[in-house]
Antibody, heavy 115, light 110 residues
Framework: QGQLVQSGAEVRKPGASVTVTCQAS????????MHWVRQAPGQGLEWMAY????????NYAQKFQGRVTVTRDTSTDTVYMKLSSLRYDDTATYYC????????WGQGTLLIVSS | QSVLTQTPSGSGTPGQRVTISCSGS????????VSWYQQLPGAAPKLLIF???ERPSGVPDRFSGSKSGTSASLAIGVLRSEDEAEYYC???????????FGGGTKLTVL
């Protein structure tokens, strides 16, 4: 059974950056794109980006273009999501997910942006 | 404002059949498969339906999905108290080259 394990909660000041990690196990890492989805408190789900783990190619939602960078390390089956120039409204839980019939989601990483 | 449109809330009594709707456009629901997710408070979303009407292993058959044109529906055939949750539809959007979600439907079991 596969799983995605994310890094722990973070607190950052406005303008700072944060990197959230997602380590995959139990399935072939190259077989599925990895997506990032976030959820602000009391709000709905919002897709942010994906990466093709094999090629390393990425695509970002227009809303996050220029602020988000997704990379991967194929030696450790880990995907990284860096969000820069943080704003208060980036406070949310961030999930990595395969967004496929293989219903693998990370446990979520809470990011709080506060001065 | 979500790309896919869902009714914000719904309710039903145990044993009742309820339906949750999701409306999109030709670039998403009309041209790509729809997935449905259930989310309990404090938990990650759980896949209920993929490819419009397929259930992952372990999802009860009282959950079913359908699609017609640019609209999709999730039906819960026999409502149970544990079905009280938030439900989201999702589809790939060809114009945005990414996933789009509905705003969610909060289902209350009375």
């Amino acid at each position: 059974q596969g799983q995605l394990v994310q890094s722990g909660a973070e607190v950052r000041k406005p303008g700072a950056s944060v990197t959230v990690t997602c380590q995959a196990s139990g399935y072939i890492f190259f077989s599925y794109y990895m997506h990032w989805v976030r959820q602000a408190p009391g709000q709905g789900l919002e897709w942010m980006a994906y990466i093709d783990p094999r090629a390393g190619t990425t695509n970002y939602a227009q809303k996050f273009q220029g602020r988000v960078t997704v990379t991967r390390d194929t030696s450790t089956d880990t995907v990284y999501m860096k969000l820069s120039s943080l704003r208060y409204d980036d406070t949310a839980t961030y999930y990595c997910s395969l967004m496929s019939s293989r219903d693998y989601w990370g446990q979520g990483t809470l990011l709080i942006v506060s001065s | 404002q979500s790309v896919l449109t869902q009714t914000p809330s719904g309710s039903g009594t145990p044993g009742q059949r309820v339906t949750i709707s999701c409306s999109g456009s030709s670039s998403n629901v009309g041209n790509n498969y729809v997935s449905w997710y259930q989310q309990l408070p404090g938990a990650a979303p759980k896949l209920l339906i993929f490819r419009d009407n397929e259930r992952p292993s372990g999802v009860p058959d009282r959950f079913s999905g359908s699609k017609s044109g640019t609209s999709a529906s999730l039906a819960i055939g026999v409502l149970r108290s544990e079905d009280e949750a938030e439900y989201y539809c999702a589809a790939w959007d060809d114009s945005l080259d990414g996933w789009v979600f509905g705003g969610g439907t909060k289902l209350t079991v009375l």
